[in-house]
């Protein structure tokens, strides 16, 4: 091959410019031109086995799992020694009961272990203690230094992971609590004899497409009596002319509870509930993904039709009402679900109280909350109640902190007072008579309410100033009520300013009194907010000072659509807005910037690389022991729910890490010999290569392999050979590969926009970087040995000479998992060419797309040519979502999602690569060269570097494929041995 440019020729099967082919007979290329020499990256054999899992996360030290008899623990280690199918089809339960027999495990039972074991080095040491390392931290005989590195904590870690991966794989959106051995809450995976496998009753409930709870509010509405006139001769009440409340009046409930779906699919409703207090209503309908433009939700209510006013007589109650809270139709998108619930479902006849006396001293039950969202299971042959979402929660699970701090302000709407407190008469005679209740205007009613709600999004840099044109961007959106942060508000009967600003009429209280309330004027003039509240504005970091409060009525089931500028001027939606932006203790707001898109695939895997899109938990469960109450295990309570998993707020500075909540990160270092790791040799074989971060290791227990969960119809996708111990063609060895094979893995040369115009599809850096990494190499900006292709000059490129400390310090990967290790960017942009691309004139290597998070960091360049900012829509997407809105079927038309910068972009070319690429060859093309010679008859010494007595000199190759070596034994086979030209 040769081509031909301006001033030179180019060969790029020779080791030299401007040297074509010849034959082997003409002058010969020295050793160094041989090490060269393009020809030899050109071969058409490869293999690598990657059925076998690292030794360093084989089943070997441990005790057996509970599951194996000791009879078949060898079947077991066997059975350990391979990588997990993550494609493995579904198996009966006689299926799973035979295997078990044998001694191995079906995927589902041995997911669990598996992860386990990856993510931590510990054992037992020779004193029964378990020491190691693990993703949360330090284990020390079998505690943590800190709480979140316990060994209880990583088993806990393990199986919500595996429920979730289940839950992920599977085709449909129900994880049920028990059934099949493969389809039930997956319990922690047990390890060594008691008091380490104490904790059997804890159960991880995989994670499915779900509504989440977003606003509620309850009130309490009091009917109220003209003051009576004054006997001749003594002076009128406080108040008077006007009303009076007090317990003796009519009395009512309002309840409104509003729920969201924030994943790309529609939520059919009929197996939730959701209960307020002790009593709970059936659901229906189905309720659609809720987005920024479109934010459509279901809303509850129980609000009476008719109420009856000590003076007004029967008065239209819920018109009114309805009006006031924004649960008109004309308040939502056409597809909200607004329903009533006076009216019992098909699961009894059970309502939510409008009864106040029924909120004023709420049963104290263990693990209940007020407000629960419930999802019904039937997997036990009987109904069983599941809670998945609720409000009021506390990180410490301490009954004196905030865990209760909406049901408390519920408690504390008491009832008007019944003692006397204002003199009829003469308010100087301690004699006189005293007339009980809460003076108020005339025909006015009495509103004890307290209001709860999460947060909806959060614009971070303040684009589209000023503040009635904010926007939330595709790298900000974050549905935040999937994180249990709440914020609950009520009036404040010390706070004078707001008292005067929020009570109506004259209204007279006894500052001695704890009741919580306002009241509101005459029912019949709906348009004017009876009762207000102040609220902060949208606080964006760029603005100094901060916008000034807004007062208005306390709730926003409306989205506060009124101060939306895009839904006044085009009927779109700019920024919904709950009022509240996820304000937590001193007044700090967390923000989440990294943005975050609600996956769940519900179809079989594609790439290992997936697994990083999968949550961590899901829903932490309590379970009855076997022998308990029932007499067999069964369902108890919720420990904790998945918002509750996303409480924590991360460092707002590192958006990978926002974006990465709940799901599997770098972690600690293991593999490692620490201060702490005492009473064991410190050559025990679980400390041992590699040393990298826990997160890291996981990857090479996986592969993609069978038929599929879901029996794909397209048929195996082999990458462990069907575990037939062959090596499986066509991987990549991340060490061994120059860059120019590894520029063949997808979107690893040009990331190609689905929909872009070409001329922009950025080049990527990734290939070189890797070999930056593996080889330590140095930027010759810097001293010592660097590295310079002779195609691509990158002279400033990054530098991997010294990796830190969360990094081996070898040449050379270990595992696929240290590409996500590849994380520095170049000095600057690069020019690399005369073609097009996103620096205009002159192709660049951005300084971003040395990372292989690079797609998530708008590789198109659409900031910088002043577009608005686009998802990366690149082939390796996988997650789209349905445009499922009326008139469109539920699955389609299939529609790219609008979420950029999210995990499953700083993930896009890490899996696209990950079932591609590997650490070690089995298939091996040798060149080597024999030379024959003859000794010098005068000195009688051989020298085969003397030209003169050089009889011939020819190059070979050679193909060994060792894959099927699997003891010491065993010899490689030799495919074939060629002489080759120079």
């Known amino acids: 091959m040769q081509t031909t440019g301006a001033d030179e020729t180019e060969d790029f099967l020779r080791a030299m410019l401007g040297r074509a082919e010849s034959s082997e007979y003409l002058e010969q290329l020295p050793n160094y031109a041989l090490l060269l020499d393009n020809r030899r990256k050109l071969t058409c054999f490869n293999g690598a086995r990657n059925d076998e899992m690292p030794p360093w996360l084989r089943w070997r030290w441990q005790a057996l799992p509970p599951e194996i008899p000791q009879a078949s623990g060898n079947n077991f280690l066997a059975q350990a020694m391979r990588k997990v199918d993550l494609r493995e089809p579904n198996l009966t339960p006689a299926e799973v009961v035979n295997l078990n027999n044998q001694g191995l495990l079906a995927m589902p039972q041995r997911l669990p272990y598996t992860l386990m074991l990856a993510l931590m080095d510990a054992y037992f040491d020779s004193t029964g203690a378990f020491n190691g390392h693990s993703y949360l931290g330090d284990i020390v005989n079998g505690a943590g230094q800190e709480p979140s590195g316990t060994l209880q904590d990583i088993r806990r870690l393990a199986a919500g992971w595996a429920a979730n991966i289940l839950a992920w794989r599977d085709a449909d959106s129900y994880a049920p609590l028990q059934g099949s051995l493969l389809d039930r809450a997956v319990p922690l995976p047990a390890l060594g004899p008691p008091p380490y496998d104490e904790d059997r009753t804890t159960r991880f ?197 905030e865990r209760d701090e909406f049901k408390d302000e519920v408690e504390d709407m008491s009832q008007p007072p019944t003692e006397g407190v204002y003199e009829w008469g003469n308010d100087q005679d301690p004699t006189s008579p005293r007339k009980p209740g809460i003076r108020i205007d005339n025909n006015n009613w009495w509103v004890t309410w307290v209001r709860v709600t999460r947060a909806w999004g959060w614009d971070v840099d303040g684009s589209g100033l000023p503040f009635n044109q904010v926007a939330v961007d595709r790298d900000e959106k974050a549905p935040r009520f999937v994180y249990a942060r709440q914020g609950v508000r ?297 590295y310079e292709d002779t195609v691509l000059p990158i002279y400033n490129a990054p530098d991997y000479h010294s990796r830190g400390t969360e990094r081996r310090g070898d040449r050379g990967l270990a595992s696929i998992g240290e590409l996500l290790l590849v994380t520095q960017d170049s000095l600057f942009d690069i020019p690399t060419g005369t073609g097009l691309g996103p620096g205009g004139a002159a192709e660049y290597l951005l300084r971003e797309s040395w990372r292989l998070r690079s797609a998530s960091q708008d590789p198109f360049g659409y900031v910088a040519r002043g577009l608005p900012l686009e998802s990366t829509r690149i082939s390796t997407d996988l997650q789209g979502m349905f445009d499922s809105y009326p008139p469109n079927p539920p699955d389609g038309p299939r529609v790219p999602d609008e979420t950029a910068g999210d995990l499953e972009e700083y993930n896009l070319l890490f899996s696209g690569a990950s079932n591609l690429v590997t650490t070690r060859s089995d298939v091996f093309t040798i060149y080597f060269k024999i030379r024959s010679f003859r000794q010098n008859p005068n000195t009688g010494i051989w020298d085969a570097t003397d030209p003169e007595y050089i009889v011939d000199e020819s190059r070979w190759v050679m193909q060994v494929d060792r894959s099927e070596v699997n003891q010491p034994s065993d010899k490689p086979k030799i495919l074939f041995l060629e002489k080759l030209p120079n």
């Open 490 to 786: 009520a009036p404040d009967p010390t706070d004078d300013a707001a008292t005067k600003s929020e009570f109506e009429g004259d209204v007279y209280q006894d500052p001695n009194e704890s009741y919580i309330g306002n009241a509101f004027v005459d029912i019949g003039a709906p348009e004017t907010p009876w009762f207000t509240r102040t609220f902060e504005r949208k606080f964006f970091p760029a603005v100094v000072p901060p916008p000034d409060p807004i007062t208005r009525k306390p709730t926003f089931f409306d989205m506060y659509r009124s101060a939306d500028f895009e839904y006044q001027t085009t009927g779109g939606w700019s920024y919904p807005d709950k009022g509240f932006y996820g304000t937590y203790g001193g007044g700090t707001d967390f923000h989440y910037r990294g943005s975050l898109q609600m996956l769940q695939k519900n179809a079989d895997f594609e790439t290992i690389g997936e697994l990083r899109h999968v949550f961590l938990s899901g829903h932490e469960l309590a379970f009855i022991p076997p022998g308990g109450p029932g007499g067999a295990a069964g369902y108890d309570y919720t420990k904790k729910t998945f918002s509750e998993f996303m409480w924590d707020p991360l460092d707002e500075a590192n958006p990978e890490l926002s974006a990465a909540i709940n799901r599997i990160g770098s972690g600690d270092l293991i593999g490692r010999i620490g201060a702490n790791d005492t009473g064991y040799s410190l050559f025990h074989p679980l400390h041992a290569v590699p040393d990298l971060p826990a997160g890291l290791r996981v990857f090479d227990a996986f592969v993609c392999d069978g038929y599929g969960y879901n029996v794909n119809p397209v048929g195996e996708m082999l990458n462990a050979a069907g575990f037939s111990r062959r090596g499986t063609v066509g991987l990549v060895n991340l060490n061994t590969a120059p860059p120019e094979v590894m520029r063949a893995l997808p979107h690893w040369y040009k990331m190609v926009h689905e929909v872009d115009a070409p001329d922009f599809n950025p080049r990527v850096a990734l290939p070189e970087a890797v070999v930056q990494y593996r080889e330590r190499y140095r930027n010759v900006n810097d001293f010592g040995l660097g």
């Open 205 to 401: 409930l995989g994670l499915e497409p779900q509504p989440f709870l977003v606003e509620a509010f309850i009130a309490h509405v009091y009917a109220s009596e003209p003051l009576p006139d004054p006997p001749p001769g003594l002076f009128p009440l406080h108040g008077y002319p006007g009303n009076y409340v007090d317990d003796s009046h009519n009395k009512t409930s309002v309840v409104v509870v509003q729920i969201a779906n924030p994943f790309n699919e529609p939520i059919e409703l009929s197996q939730y509930k959701i209960r307020v207090g002790v009593k709970s209503v059936a659901l229906s309908g189905t309720l659609y993904p809720a987005r920024e433009d479109y934010p459509v939700t279901g809303i509850f209510y129980a609000i009476e039709d008719d109420f009856t006013h000590d003076t007004l007589g029967d008065v239209d109650f819920d018109t009114p009402w309805l009006d006031f809270l924004d649960l008109t139709p004309n308040d939502h998108p056409p597809d909200t679900i607004r329903q009533s619930v006076l009216s019992g479902g098909p699961f009894g006849t059970d309502t939510w109280s409008t009864d106040p006396e029924v909120y004023y001293n709420l049963p104290d039950e263990p693990h209940r909350n007020i407000i629960e969202l419930i999802r019904t299971d039937y997997s036990t042959g009987q109904m069983v109640d599941v809670v998945v979402d609720r409000f009021d929660y506390d990180e410490d699970h301490d009954p004196a902190s």
